[in-house]
């Protein structure tokens, strides 16, 4: 089946340091791909959308100078976090979907902790 | 703005006991709902997709419904099982296929052996 591979899965950077997490749809083309943050006990929240060859459309209240998204082929998606601060602290999770009806696949998560 | 809600936020049961976990949904203007487990510090899995056209889906022990005009789901779990113990996220499409997820905060259950 689909498989959607997530890297880092977790990742320990100091403040002010910038971070990539890189999202890869293995067997199939994602022209879209997700991603999300999860805070502790709470629900994944939609932080943008990556459109391959254009630019991410980000959700209201998400800063698209802090959190960077390039999707330059149809099989990867990164998302860096730049100048890291704690606050930036969370589980950011991508996800893909094939153009039919499938469900969308997500990755394994990466855990990001800010010192 | 669409916004799901699930009920209850934590359950714990006896092994072998049937349950039932509940979605509710402000905009019943849905593409699609789907159930997800996660584990702890983990991914997602997909466990389960309604598309907004049909009524129920089922997977072994699993088996969700889905009232659309009542923005209302429900996953059922029959014979439950410690291996059952996980999170599950309850998430609405926006649109057409393929687009993102809205998620409700989820239901953590724990069975008990």
């Known amino acids: 089946g689909a498989v959607v591979s997530q890297h880092p899965s977790w990742v320990i950077c100091k403040s002010g340091t910038s971070v990539k997490i890189e999202c890869r749809s293995l067997?199939?083309?994602?022209?879209?791909m997700f991603w999300y943050r999860q805070f502790p006990k709470q629900s994944l929240m939609l932080m943008a959308t990556?459109?391959?060859?254009?630019?991410?459309?980000?959700e209201q209240g998400v800063e698209k100078d802090k959190f960077l998204i390039n999707h330059a082929s149809l099989t990867l998606s990164t998302l860096t976090v730049t100048s890291a601060h704690p606050e930036d602290s969370s589980f950011y999770i991508c996800?893909?979907?094939?153009?039919?009806?499938?469900?969308?696949?997500f990755g394994n998560g990466t855990r990001l902790t800010v010192t | 703005k669409q916004e799901v809600t699930q009920i209850p936020a934590a359950l714990s049961v006896p092994e072998g006991e049937n349950l039932v976990l509940n979605c509710s949904f402000t905009?019943?203007?849905?593409?699609?709902l789907q159930w997800f487990r996660q584990d702890p510090g983990k991914g997602l899995t997909s466990l389960l997709l309604i598309q907004s056209s049909q009524r129920e889906q089922t997977s072994g022990r699993l088996n969700a419904s889905l009232d659309k005009s009542s923005g209302r789901s429900t996953l059922y779990i029959a014979a439950s099982q410690p291996g059952d113990s996980a999170t599950y996220l309850c998430?609405?499409?926006?649109?057409?296929?393929?687009?993102?997820?809205?998620f409700g905060k989820g239901t953590t259950l724990s069975v008990s052996s």
């Open positions: 990556s459109n391959e060859g254009s630019k991410a459309t980000y």
């Open positions: 905009d019943s203007a849905i593409y699609n």
């Open positions: 998430a609405v499409s926006r649109s057409q296929a393929g687009t993102a997820l809205i």
């Open positions: 067997d199939f083309q994602a022209t879209t």
């Open positions: 996800s893909a979907g094939q153009p039919n009806n499938s469900p969308l696949h």
